[in-house]
T-cell receptor
């Protein structure tokens, strides 16, 4: 079945460092891809999404590009802040629209130190 | 506008008992999904309700059941609790293109 694999954490970075969190997927069709973020004690929040190949999702300085040829959707940010410390989840759904179930990776914990 | 709300926040139950968790969707959302998030893992899809019917179901046993009410709020019921059911249970309500998650209910089974 469809699945997502993301790099294991924890990832520890100094403030203003460059961030990459790798995510690859396996899917039979043309999934939509997402990054969600979970801050301590809070629910999941959608960070960005892409619904077709070569789409780039972006939000709050984070970016990810849907790469069909490498089945990847890596999350990047040029300069992280302490407030970015959270757990990041890569996810996919079978199609466009919220009626599809989300299939999540295991999450990558990010800690940004001053 | 209130977001997705869930109750209770925390719950402790004994193995073999039954539990009911509640979710109120974001205003205007008619679809509710439930996810189970074990410690250190990503959320796993349990089922989705739309128009008071179960529309999709993940790979969870029949001990997990749900209900959606005419006002779109939803309940998740788990019977015959096992220690492995200890997790954070997340509810999400949907607009056309995005699922909005609640803060979750932390269930501990002892």
């Amino acid at each position: 079945g469809d699945s997502v694999t993301q790099m294991e954490g924890p990832v520890t970075l100094s403030e203003e460092a460059f961030l990459t969190i790798n995510c690859t997927y396996t899917a039979t069709g043309y999934p939509s891809l997402f990054w969600y973020v979970q801050y301590p004690g809070e629910g999941l929040q959608l960070l960005l999404k892409a619904t077709k190949a070569d789409d780039k999702g972006s939000n709050k300085g984070f970016e990810a590009t849907y790469r069909k040829e490498t089945t990847s959707f890596h999350l990047e940010k040029g300069s992280v802040q302490v407030s970015d410390s959270a757990v990041y989840f890569c996810a996919l759904s079978e199609g466009i629209g919220s009626g599809y179930a989300l299939n999540f990776g295991k999450g990558t914990s990010l800690l940004v130190t001053p | 506008d209130a977001g997705v709300t869930q109750s209770p926040t925390h719950l402790i139950k004994t193995r073999g008992q039954q539990v009911t968790l509640r979710c109120s969707p974001k205003s205007g959302h008619d679809t509710v999904s439930w996810y189970q998030q074990a410690l250190g893992q990503g959320p796993q899809f349990i089922f989705q309700y739309y128009e008071e019917e179960e529309r999709q179901r993940g790979n969870f046993p029949d001990r997990f059941s749900g209900h959606q009410f005419p006002n779109y709020s939803s309940e998740l019921n788990v019977n015959a609790l096992l220690l492995g059911d200890s997790a954070l249970y997340l509810c999400a309500s949907s607009s056309e293109y995005e699922q909005y998650f609640g803060p979750g209910t932390r269930l501990t089974v002892t």
